[in-house]
């Protein structure tokens, strides 16, 4: 189907969309959550051939991470639906509602946004997720993945619109532009006639030229380049663990730790254990001076360039500085974060209020890890993405985010003088 095709469809649709009750839109989600489980050796099937696909054409590690569909991914979108399902629905919420001196009652009232784009990469949860939000909140959504997923992606739409069908409800609230072009990406960015809000999610370059091309209103999702700071006060055992976790556990997701920063008075004690730590999954340690002294194997540790410091690996790497203070570390993070997720392990109160107050990122944490930025840890059973902007969301992105509210006025017949 034609884009231009597609976009209308998805317009004419989105009041029925809007007008559906908090039941119907529930039952839908568990429809399509059993449909998921129910489907779920053909979602592996096609999953199998962009994986297939991804390992021919060399695609890393990280990214055939992200591309993998298994059993346990598909149950994990389904509980994401029902969660989604379970929460409270904020359309149609008052948010306020005061009375003038002239007796008019002036209020503010959650709404859909309308219709919402996506654009993505090889992300195949993220159509599921896209929905169940979009869905929740009353709005229809139109879906440009990558072509690395593009089998994925078809068989995950096809199984919800089998699933709204079955409810008697529109397949085009949820649409895939299975042109997976350049060309038809930048004319899905000119759409605004049709489409109310474009988000991007993926790497640097992607959200870059959707940022700078569209000509719809966009929230910005970003790239992580997300920090721990290991303050001079902080219990090692815990630092290692968190840092492990966080760097390793996923190593293809943007709440991964890419960037190390470790108070000087830890270094004798704390690289040689982390060395050996990390090496457990061959990471590859990119240091400064200091800390590769304090190492014992220079095949393990590399120097850093400037470069490495705004650095998002997406791989088996990770940079690492040392610093003599709290303030040089929130100094450096503020610098070259991305905005997204910073941690502090710390035993010092005041370092740890110091650092949540003062560093600018979507996320802040202290004594734990930064993979913790995420809609489904977060209770929204979902998200949409990851705002690294400060308009009009911030942070994982759940169904209030996908809202717009509108006035709402009560009168008994008063005029303007």
């Known amino acids: 189907m034609e884009l231009l095709e597609i ?45 297939e696909n991804g390992r021919n054409n060399r695609m890393p590690e990280g990214l055939l991470d992200r ?10 979108m389904a509980e994401g639906l029902r969660q989604v399902a379970a929460l409270e629905d904020p359309i149609g919420e008052v948010l306020s509602m005061k009375r003038r001196p002239n007796g008019l009652m002036i209020g503010q009232k959650r709404v859909p946004l309308g219709v919402i784009g996506i654009i993505y ?22 879906l440009r993945g990558g072509r690395d997923a593009i089998h994925s992606n078809q068989a995950i739409v096809s199984c919800i619109r089998e699933a709204l069908d079955a409810q008697g409800l529109p397949g085009e609230a949820i649409s895939l532009i299975t042109d997976t072009s350049h060309e038809t990406a ?14 991007p999610r993926g790497g640097a370059g992607l959200i870059r030229t959707v940022v700078e091309n569209a000509t719809i209103p966009v929230i910005e999702t970003g790239t992580g380049n997300c920090h721990i700071y290991v303050d001079e006060s902080a219990d090692l055992d815990m630092a290692l663990a968190i840092i492990f976790n966080a760097k390793t556990q996923r190593i293809g ?18 690289i040689p254990a982390l060395e050996g730590r990390l090496r457990e999954k061959n990471v590859e340690i990119c240091a400064d001076e200091a800390i590769r002294k304090a190492g014992g194997d220079q095949t393990t540790i590399v120097f850093a360039t400037e470069e490495d410091w ?24 503020n610098r070259y974060n991305t905005g997204h997720s910073e941690a502090i392990i710390t035993d010092s109160y005041a370092n740890a209020e110091k650092f949540l107050n003062e560093v600018d990122a979507a996320a802040v944490y202290v004594n734990a890890s930064t993979r913790f930025t995420d809609g489904f840890e977060f209770g929204f059973g979902a998200e949409i993405g990851i705002s690294t902007q400060k308009l009009h969301a911030r942070g994982p992105m759940g169904l209030e985010a996908l809202t717009s509210t509108k006035y709402i006025i009560y009168g008994n017949g008063q005029i303007r003088p």
């Open 67 to 76: 591309l993998l569909l298994s059993e346990e991914r598909i149950m994990q």
């Open 310 to 333: 705004g650095r998002e690996y997406l791989d088996y790497r990770i940079s690492a500085k040392s610093v003599a203070s709290v303030e040089e570390a929130i100094a450096h993070i």
């Open 186 to 199: 930048r004319e899905f960015m000119h759409m605004n006639g049709y489409v109310d809000v474009l988000i």
């Open 253 to 270: 997701v943007c709440n991964a730790c890419e960037s190390l920063l470790i108070h000087e008075s830890l270094l004798e004690r704390l």
């Open 121 to 142: 990469e090889s992300r195949p949860n993220v159509t599921a997720d896209a929905f169940g939000l979009c869905f929740k909140t009353g709005n229809t959504v139109i």
């Open 7 to 51: 976009c209308k469809q998805a317009q004419e649709v989105k009041q029925q969309i809007a007008a559906l009750s908090t039941s119907q839109k529930n039952d839908a989600l568990f429809a399509v959550a059993d449909h998921f489980m129910a489907q779920r050796e053909s979602l592996i099937a096609a999953n199998a051939i962009d994986l």
